[in-house]
């Protein structure tokens, strides 16, 4: 089976070893179900259009596939190696983007709410879930970098950081991405872009206060190590929910200028 270029996600639970000590094991399994189905229904819970941007620079429909290993969850997406390669590729990853998202989302809702931490990476591999085989450089990087940062964060490799993504600044998915310096463990950080759980969420919406909560119950411990790591994720959340607030009052605002222009010149 020869390899695919393509984007590679993973994603793991925060915390979650000894979780049944003070949860009930039957309400994490629960959430781990959601979860699951969640990255099971990946491509129906997608938009189109989100597919389409693959599509379109690929010339035909990526392979995608989402797994779930109990807290830990592959989303990859597989494109042709074309001539418009990059373009692909960075649809392949706002794609896988757009799943590990809605996992995250789910989960963070659920009645034991779990936190995850991962990374996207690009590059050759094989994604095979049906056989349970995933290889190649873009799986060995996931692999190395997926625990690396400080906190709740899914950032993008260098493999991925730096392909163009303007593709996905309009529309429902405008935020899905946000620059950002992550924290890493070793005291060091990393410039490079990070997945928004909340993208396409308004502050004012329900959901969007519900998934910060629940974040700091999950990481509510006495460890300092922990405490860091949640401190982390709320500075994150902070400046994810500044962003969206801006970008809301802008469109609000654009959409009063619209209504008023179209009332005038019906005068």
């Known amino acids: 089976m020869p390899m ?42 997608m ?35 074309a001539d418009v390669r990059e373009r692909a590729l960075a649809g392949a ?73 303007s593709v996905w600044e309009d529309g429902y998915w405008h935020d899905l991405f946000a620059d950002y310096r992550v924290p890493l463990k070793n005291g060091s950080s990393i410039q490079t872009k990070v997945v928004n759980p909340f993208a396409g969420l308004s502050p004012q919406v329900k959901e969007f206060g519900e998934i910060r909560r629940n974040h700091r119950k999950a990481m509510e411990s006495t460890s300092i190590d922990v405490e860091v790591k949640r401190q982390n994720t709320e500075e994150l959340f902070e400046h994810l929910e500044r962003v969206s607030r801006e970008y809301f009052e802008k469109a609000s605002l654009a959409e009063d200028l619209r209504i008023a222009y179209i009332s005038q010149t019906r005068r």
């Open 4 to 45: 695919s270029l393509g984007a590679v996600g993973f994603i793991d639970a925060l915390g979650f070893k000894g979780i049944w000590r003070k949860s009930d094991p039957d309400e994490v399994a629960e959430t781990l179900k959601a979860g699951r189905h969640a990255a099971q229904s990946m491509r129906e819970w």
């Open 47 to 81: 938009e189109t259009a989100a597919i389409e941007h693959v599509t379109q620079a690929a010339g035909e429909f990526p392979t995608v596939s989402a797994v779930a290993f109990s807290d830990s969850f592959l989303v990859a997406v597989l494109v042709p190696k």
């Open 93 to 165: 990853v706002g794609v896988v983007a757009c799943g590990l998202s809605h996992i995250v989302r789910t989960a963070a809702l659920g009645r034991v709410p779990l936190t995850f931490r991962g990374v996207i990476t690009t590059g050759d591999c094989i994604i095979d879930p049906d056989h349970q085989v995933f290889i190649g450089p873009a799986v060995d990087e996931a692999g190395e970098l997926m625990d690396l940062a400080n906190g709740a964060f899914t950032w993008l490799a260098p493999s991925a950081a730096g392909l163009d993504y």
